[in-house]
């Protein structure tokens, strides 16, 4: 997860909240051997996400020293024009956990491509975020964030396996 959207004035809704699960599952990722991987969005020029930034920063850095891995990308989804699935069939990836911001963009996306290469996709319900869809005349009042990360999840369909807490989430090494 980038700096934008955990801290600071732009951040999510109950960024720290998020923060707190993220860390709980990287710890046990860690702890277990398993593989981490982290993404990295190269938004525009003048955007808070842009190459260089304070806000382009990832917010919990990776452990380079136990071969964690950033990959930069450009589009929502993690795996268009990356290396991620054969970094993770490589590893002996078969089942991976999706976290972080935005909800029905990147984590979506990303989750779907998962579930499309035949991984098995596990998703905390409380280890991704997003923004208020803002209101739009003739069209909707404000959709809460809650929400809208609710049915991001529901739009993957029933092959994903969406866990209460990210505490629940158990990882072993490939």
Known sequence: MQTAFVGGDGAV???ERLLDR???LLARARESGAVVVQLQNDGEPGTSDEPGTPGWEIHLPADTDRGEVVL???VDDGFEDSPLASLLRDAGVREIAVCGVMSEMCVRATASTALELGF?????????ATYDIPAAEGISDVVPAAT???????TLGDEVEIVPRAADVVFTKP
Do not use: N, Q, Y
């Not at 098995?120 to 409380?126: G, I, Y």
């Not at 809208?148 to 529901?154: D, G, H, Y």
């Open 13 to 15: 809704p109950d960024a």
């Open 72 to 74: 930069r990308k450009t």
């Open 148 to 154: 809208v990360s609710r049915v991001a999840e529901w």
């Open 120 to 128: 098995r996709v596990v998703l905390p319900h409380d280890a991704h």
């Open 22 to 24: 993220v860390r709980g």
